[in-house]
């Protein structure tokens, strides 16, 4: 056994054969490429992976944006409402106002145009009397009257 293992030592020592060196090359090709291509997909698995955070944090930002859009309408719809219903409150205010301008304003006139009644017919009261009379007293009161009335009797 002893003249075995000194034969193949002797053949590892002194080795007499030609190196293989398609075998070397072929050999360090394949561990090139496998390590190149193990390398290509762990840089892809790597970038799919951050590619996916990426794509689920812009997702998750675009609901929250959505949201606060939506809310932010939500409050500017209700605002809208509020502010509308204000404007046909004060709509309604300024409407009966001004009804109560022009009932006020109508009964003005129609007591304005009462009192000229009234003076004209004073006017013509105290002109008969002072027609029937012929009293200074009583033309003083019908001129007095008249003025009042807008009309002259001189």
């Known amino acids: 056994m002893k003249e075995a293992i000194t034969a193949i030592r002797d053949q590892i020592i002194y080795r007499t054969e030609k190196p293989n060196y398609l075998a070397w090359g072929l050999t360090l090709f394949i561990a090139l490429t496998t390590s190149r291509l193990i390398s290509d997909y762990i840089e892809f698995e790597v970038a799919s992976y951050t590619a996916k955070i990426a794509l689920a944090e812009a997702e998750n930002k675009l609901k929250a944006e959505e949201k606060i859009t939506a809310q932010r309408m939500e409050t500017e719809a209700k605002n809208l409402a509020a502010r509308n219903a204000e404007i046909a409150h004060q709509q309604e205010q300024y409407q009966a106002e001004q009804k109560r301008i022009a009932e006020a304003n109508r009964i003005k006139n129609e007591s304005a145009v009462e009192a000229q009644k009234k003076r004209i017919e004073t006017c013509q009261v105290w002109n008969n009397e002072f027609n029937k009379t012929k ?20």
């Open 135 to 154: 009293l200074t007293s009583d033309k003083n009161h019908r001129d007095n009257a008249c003025r009042d009335a807008g009309m002259s009797f001189n």
